[in-house]
């Protein structure tokens, strides 16, 4: 595996995380090209790390910035890199470098996949993570998210 961390993206590599953010995010959250790249750009100082196999196929993207007077954070890893501690490597190397992180996460498995896939919550792989729920909650009209975080 190959993890590289980068502050700004090819457009080609833009094009490729928006493909995977829209096939393993819920549907509702799904992006156009225009919309996803306006969404990256009202991200204050932000960083990504993309994660490819040896043979510089996909598996995963981190990224973090900073909103609201805290480091937060995305992540996705592809649905065939998934359990393979690929996730876990991306967090530990996060922890790292900042002594605190912060993420809105989807708490139930209430959301569909673009491929109409159900969307299983992370919340158990954050807490095997270190991570707390808080009491938190951030709901839209589209989805129902709450805030993790972990201190260290």
Request: charged content about 25%; some cysteine; hydrophobic content about 35%.
């Amino acid at each position: 595996m190959v993890f590289e961390k980068t502050e700004k993206l090819s457009p080609s590599l833009q094009l490729k995380l928006l493909h995977v953010w829209n096939s393993e995010y819920p549907e509702v959250l799904k992006h156009n090209s225009n919309s996803f790249e306006q969404y990256l750009k009202s991200l204050v100082n932000l960083q990504h790390t993309v994660v490819t196999d040896d043979d510089h196929n996909f598996c995963a993207w981190y990224f973090e910035f900073d909103r609201n007077d805290e480091r937060q954070f995305g992540i996705i890893v592809h649905h065939n890199q998934q359990n393979k501690g690929i996730g876990k490597a991306l967090l530990q190397n996060a922890k790292l470098t900042n002594r605190k992180l912060s993420a809105w996460v989807v708490d139930t498995n209430d959301y569909y996949k673009s491929d109409g896939s159900a969307y299983i919550s992370p919340i158990s792989f954050y807490l095997k993570n270190r991570f707390s729920v808080e009491p938190t909650r951030w709901d839209s009209d589209k989805i129902k998210t709450v805030k993790i975080s972990w201190h260290k």
